[in-house]
């Protein structure tokens, strides 16, 4: 590539003027970088150059609070000293060492430190370097163990998954997806999955009282589990929040019923904490709310606090013991990744999970908590929100044409964008799932922080109300 005395990239002392060098960086990534989930059609670039703490700052200087947390995964901050050093001190002794037959002693420490942190019987780390990868790898081993455990059931390969989950981007993760709109173009590449209802505490089932939900999801699950158990090689859920489909929440006892179920029929059960891992629900796990110990826990977006692709797929003993044998056997699990296991990943991993000791982070939440559930109540009374709900440091404001009928604005409207185009220009960068605006700072926030976009939001959405009343 020519590096003209115009070249963005080259050093600015040649008396050229800051805002052309943006600018041709905004059109190469306009023309150039193909932006996830993103129509490039219309796509309009924000560049950011730096970021501190709980801010992003762009190219020309201006400041936005993170307010989705680069998406799920950041939750101390950005350029904490302390995660930047232990990647540097990981960088004077080594960058990569392969897992294909090497190791190294951070990630060593840091498969140890995650048995000891996660929900019991948890006792081995596959590692591998994204969400989705962390779910196939799930997916793969459950399929493999009951090809040769003890007592091989070979019948044993569908997985069961709920209706809106989301589990990553890669065609066998996808398979387990039930958002029609990410999925369904996809599904002439799909492997079948039982799929099942899941529980929608803002719309559900016609003639379902609020107090019936719990009964009535569990009983549906039941009712497959009945039918299919025989097929199942395991069942995959996100507990407590499905992410992506729009924060929809469970009702309290559904992650422990799912547990208790799966248990009773002999099927492996999944926990994909991908989203809600690492402190975003008020616990270091999700499953820990309910005392729930899954047979595959899946982690990765919080695992190194958003800086650095690190995933982990945790499992049992059990589970283990099914792969080992002599090499002439070939129960190894034929399955790696490149990064897997890198460590200049897992020493970022390692320093976020001493940050939670040394800053205390989960005990820092509740007051932050509560402030984000006052600020759901104000939301609520808004004319256009049909529905505020939270999980922990998860808070999603859904917006709807008609309140009393639940009715939703036509996704092509993108009522959630302009709220978070609204927000943007008050310093406060949010991303929408759809008509659900979803606020999800990292853990470290501070009251203050929180409260500005909490403010941000209302504003944004009041200003949208009136424009809605209008008939605009
Ligand atoms: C984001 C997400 C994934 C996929 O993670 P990637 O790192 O983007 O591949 C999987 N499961 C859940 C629940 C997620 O929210």
Not at 287 to 299: H, S, Y
Not at 339 to 354: D, F, I, V
Not at 393 to 404: P, T
């Amino acid at each position: 590539m020519s590096r003209g005395p115009s070249d963005p990239l080259l050093p600015r002392n040649s008396g050229e003027r800051e805002p052309d060098r943006i600018a041709q960086l905004e059109q190469w990534d306009r023309e150039i970088v193909w932006h996830a989930f993103t129509q490039m059609a219309e796509y309009q670039p924000l560049l950011i150059e730096r970021a501190v703490g709980c801010e992003l700052i762009d190219a020309a200087g201006r400041r936005y609070l993170d307010g989705a947390s680069s998406l799920w995964c950041n939750l101390h901050g950005h350029r904490h000293s302390r995660i930047d050093a232990a990647i540097r001190e990981q960088l004077d002794k080594v960058a990569h060492v392969t897992s294909l037959g090497l190791s190294n002693s951070t990630t060593i420490r840091l498969a140890r430190r995650l048995t000891q942190l996660a929900p019991s019987g948890l006792n081995h780390v596959f590692f591998s370097d994204n969400g989705a990868t962390a779910v196939e790898v799930a997916l793969k081993m459950a399929f493999q163990y009951w090809r040769q455990c003890s007592e091989p059931q070979p019948e044993r390969r569908k997985f069961l998954a709920f209706a809106n989950a989301y589990h990553g981007d890669t065609i066998g993760s996808v398979s387990l997806g039930g958002v029609e709109r990410f999925h369904a173009m996809f599904r002439p590449l799909l492997f079948d999955v039982i799929r099942v209802e899941a529980p929608d505490s803002y719309r559900l089932p016609k003639g379902i009282a609020p107090g019936d939900a719990l009964p009535y999801y569990l009983g549906r699950f039941e009712q497959a589990l009945r039918q299919h158990h025989r097929s199942l090689a395991a069942v995959v859920i996100e507990p407590l929040v499905q992410a992506a489909a729009g924060m929809l929440m469970h009702p309290p006892g559904f992650l422990r019923g799912v547990r208790e179920l799966t248990r009773q029929f002999g099927v492996p059960l999944i926990a994909d904490e991908v989203a809600v891992g690492f402190g975003r629900t008020g616990t270091l796990f999700a499953c820990e709310q309910e005392q729930v110990a899954p047979d595959f826990l899946c982690l990765a977006k919080g695992l190194s606090a958003g800086y650095l692709p690190v995933a982990a797929t945790l499992t049992s003993t059990a589970i283990w013991d099914a792969f080992l044998g002599s090499y002439a056997d070939s129960r190894s699990f034929f399955h790696g990744h490149t990064y897997g296991g890198n460590p200049l990943g897992c020493a970022a991993a390692l320093a976020n999970l001493e940050l939670f000791d040394e800053e205390q982070t989960l005990a820092g939440l509740p007051p932050k908590i509560a402030l984000l559930r006052q600020h759901g109540r104000r939301l609520a009374e808004l004319p256009i929100v049909g529905d505020v709900r939270q999980c922990g440091m998860i808070a999603a404001v859904e917006l709807v044409r008609d309140r009393r009928l639940q009715q939703p604005f036509p996704w092509v409207e993108r009522r959630g964008q302009a709220v978070c185009d609204l927000a943007l220009r008050q310093g406060v960068w949010l991303r929408p799932l759809g008509n659900v605006v979803v606020i999800m700072p990292p853990l470290a926030i501070s009251l203050e922080q929180l409260d500005k976009i909490c403010t941000v939001v209302y504003d944004a959405i009041s200003r949208l109300s009136g424009d809605v009343q209008d008939g605009r």
